[in-house]
């Protein structure tokens, strides 16, 4: 007679199985609390806990499950069984005091207060203190984004907006270190943003009626010129919640999410305003329409685009477009007449290339930065911070093959006029057949 002998289980298999059990429910309750922050708009707070929790996307809740759903479903069953509900939550107990001991010091007396002395003084007589008192403590100023939970915008959204608002919370930037110092050059540009910007945001009370904010800015100029560095500039100054936006966020596969997600972009906007949203290669997105071979969607995007410029479902705040643009003359009329203010971003003058070759090599050129503003006439700031690379990248080449040889690796950022010259050879600009063309666009079609 055959049959299947139950043998006991070995305690060593007893506690694997226990352990495999434990660490199986920690991981479920540690992808809940995960799924819990995300529909509660804590992104910040999801992302740092998928982090130390090194959570990966190889699970996922289910969607019929949730904390909440087992919360209910707990407190139905303790009602049931106990007749009263759960206690989840009670109040903090105060910190114990420690009492004190025996031989516990008793505390000096503070020294008496001098007596001032008060003398009396011609009333001519002026009394001015030595030491400054201190001044009343400005409050710092708290940005929209850290002030408004995204919970409360979200209220009872579908699982579908949740999703975009998820997106585009990824594009808000935070206020970079980058100041208008930092920018050499550009002091027309800098004070047409300062007063499309900057200042209305700061003294809203002046920019009302016919003098009301514009809605959008475009800096077109040829590759290199500063356009994206001026806007990272402007979110810093104006404390704008920054959302830098990039067309593959707002573009998708699928019929409709387009035209859902800039509607969504403009809500967010409008939430936390003041708000810029900062659009790099506009042309991408807002070409010119009745083009040949345009797609359906394209065109549905452009005029959601176009229609949430506008404002007509009227929100409320400042909701800004600042855009950036290599080849201003595709972008579609209709949104170039939403881009109030047209502004150049020419390339560098003489004087300007001269403080960046100071700027990259720290004063290394001395008295020849002259000669090589000379030599680079028509080469853009970014052409520029090349030449010194690769003019430091000279010195580290002769340093690589002695490497690892018992030679010290310590590089040197000295550079000799003759290394940047051949740097300058080398490096040919790209910008410099553009910049003409872009003048003639700006006299026919600029604003600024």
Same mark, same amino acid.
């Not at 806007?231 to 104006?238: H, I, M, N, Q, T």
């Not at 010259?421 to 003409?436: D, G």
């Given at each position: 007679?055959?049959? &299947?002998?139950?043998?006991?289980?070995?305690?060593?298999?007893?506690?694997?199985?226990?352990?495999?059990?434990?660490?199986?429910?920690?991981?479920?309750?540690?992808?809940?609390?995960?799924?819990?922050?995300?529909? %509660?708009?804590?992104?910040?707070? /999801?992302?740092?806990?998928?982090?130390?929790? @090194?959570?990966?996307?190889?699970?996922?809740?289910?969607?019929?499950?949730?904390?909440?759903?087992?919360?209910?479903?707990?407190? =139905? +069953?303790?009602?049931?069984?106990?007749?009263?509900?759960?206690?989840?939550?009670?109040?903090?107990?105060?910190?114990?005091?420690? $009492?004190?001991?025996?031989? /516990?010091?008793?505390?000096?007396?503070?020294?008496?207060?001098?007596?001032?002395?008060?003398?009396?003084?011609?009333?001519?007589?002026?009394?001015?203190?030595?030491?400054?008192?201190?001044?009343? !403590?400005?409050?710092? +100023?708290? $940005?929209?984004?850290?002030?408004?939970?995204?919970?409360?915008?979200?209220?009872? @959204?579908?699982?579908?907006?949740?999703?975009? &608002?998820?997106?585009?919370?990824? *594009?808000?930037?935070?206020?970079?270190?980058?100041?208008?110092?930092?920018?050499?050059?550009?002091?027309?540009?800098?004070?047409?943003?300062?007063? #499309?910007?900057?200042?209305? &945001?700061?003294?809203?009370?002046?920019?009302?009626?016919?003098? %009301?904010?514009?809605?959008?800015?475009?800096?077109?100029?040829?590759?290199?010129?500063?356009?994206?560095?001026?806007?990272?500039?402007?979110? @810093? %100054?104006?404390?704008?919640?920054?959302?830098?936006?990039?067309?593959?966020?707002?573009? !998708?596969?699928?019929?409709?999410?387009?035209?859902?997600?800039?509607?969504?972009?403009?809500?967010? @906007? =409008?939430?936390?305003?003041? #708000?810029?949203?900062?659009?790099?290669?506009?042309?991408?997105?807002?070409?010119?329409?009745?083009?040949?071979?345009?797609?359906?969607?394209?065109?549905?995007?452009?005029?959601?685009?176009? !229609?949430?410029?506008?404002?007509?479902?009227?929100?409320?705040?400042?909701?800004?477009?600042?855009?950036?643009?290599?080849?201003?003359?595709?972008?579609?009329?209709?949104?170039?007449?939403?881009?109030?203010?047209?502004?150049?971003?020419?390339?560098?003058?003489?004087?300007?290339?001269? %403080?960046?070759?100071?700027?990259?090599?720290?004063?290394?050129?001395?008295?020849?930065? =002259?000669?090589?503003? =000379?030599?680079?006439?028509? +080469?853009?700031?970014?052409?520029?911070?090349? &030449?010194?690379?690769?003019?430091?990248?000279?010195?580290?080449?002769?340093?690589? $093959?002695?490497?690892?040889?018992?030679?010290?690796?310590?590089?040197? *950022?000295?550079?000799?006029?003759?290394?940047?010259?051949?740097?300058?050879?080398?490096?040919?600009?790209?910008?410099?057949?553009?910049?003409?063309?872009?003048?003639?666009?700006?006299?026919?079609?600029?604003?600024?």
């Amino acid at each position: 007679m055959s049959g &299947v002998i139950n043998r006991p289980m070995s305690q060593m298999r007893k506690m694997e199985t226990k352990d495999s059990l434990f660490r199986a429910r920690k991981r479920i309750l540690r992808y809940l609390v995960h799924s819990f922050l995300k529909n %509660e708009g804590l992104f910040h707070s /999801a992302e740092t806990l998928a982090e130390e929790a @090194a959570l990966t996307g190889e699970y996922e809740v289910c969607d019929n499950i949730d904390l909440d759903i087992i919360m209910q479903d707990y407190t =139905s +069953y303790y009602l049931s069984r106990f007749n009263k509900p759960p206690q989840f939550l009670r109040p903090a107990a105060p910190a114990p005091r420690r $009492p004190p001991t025996r031989h /516990a010091r008793p505390k000096p007396e503070p020294p008496p207060a001098k007596e001032t002395l008060e003398l009396e003084l011609p009333d001519t007589f002026t009394i001015t203190p030595l030491v400054k008192q201190e001044s009343e !403590t400005i409050p710092e +100023y708290i $940005p929209a984004i850290e002030r408004k939970p995204l919970s409360a915008f979200l209220g009872k @959204a579908s699982p579908e907006k949740k999703a975009f &608002v998820e997106a585009l919370y990824q *594009d808000i930037i935070r206020p970079s270190g980058v100041s208008w110092d930092d920018i050499k050059g550009l002091e027309a540009a800098k004070s047409l943003l300062m007063e #499309s910007v900057v200042y209305p &945001v700061r003294y809203p009370e002046v920019f009302t009626g016919l003098l %009301e904010p514009w809605r959008g800015v475009l800096l077109h100029g040829p590759p290199g010129t500063g356009k994206t560095l001026l806007a990272r500039a402007v979110a @810093a %100054e104006s404390r704008c919640t920054f959302f830098n936006v990039a067309p593959s966020t707002i573009v !998708t596969k699928w019929r409709g999410d387009s035209e859902r997600i800039v509607k969504v972009l403009f809500e967010m @906007a =409008s939430y936390y305003a003041p #708000s810029i949203i900062f659009v790099d290669e506009v042309e991408t997105l807002a070409s010119e329409r009745g083009g040949a071979g345009e797609h359906e969607a394209s065109r549905r995007l452009k005029a959601q685009l176009l !229609t949430e410029l506008d404002g007509v479902s009227g929100r409320g705040g400042i909701v800004f477009l600042l855009a950036n643009s290599n080849m201003p003359w595709e972008i579609d009329p209709a949104m170039l007449r939403r881009l109030e203010k047209r502004i150049h971003i020419p390339l560098p003058d003489h004087k300007t290339r001269a %403080e960046l070759f100071t700027l990259y090599l720290s004063g290394a050129v001395g008295a020849h930065v =002259s000669e090589l503003a =000379s030599r680079t006439e028509g +080469y853009s700031g970014s052409d520029i911070k090349l &030449v010194c690379k690769e003019a430091l990248m000279s010195g580290v080449r002769k340093m690589l $093959p002695n490497m690892g040889r018992g030679a010290p690796n310590q590089r040197k *950022d000295r550079v000799d006029l003759s290394a940047i010259l051949t740097a300058i050879e080398k490096t040919k600009p790209v910008s410099k057949n553009l910049a003409k063309r872009h003048e003639e666009w700006q006299n026919e079609t600029g604003c600024s």
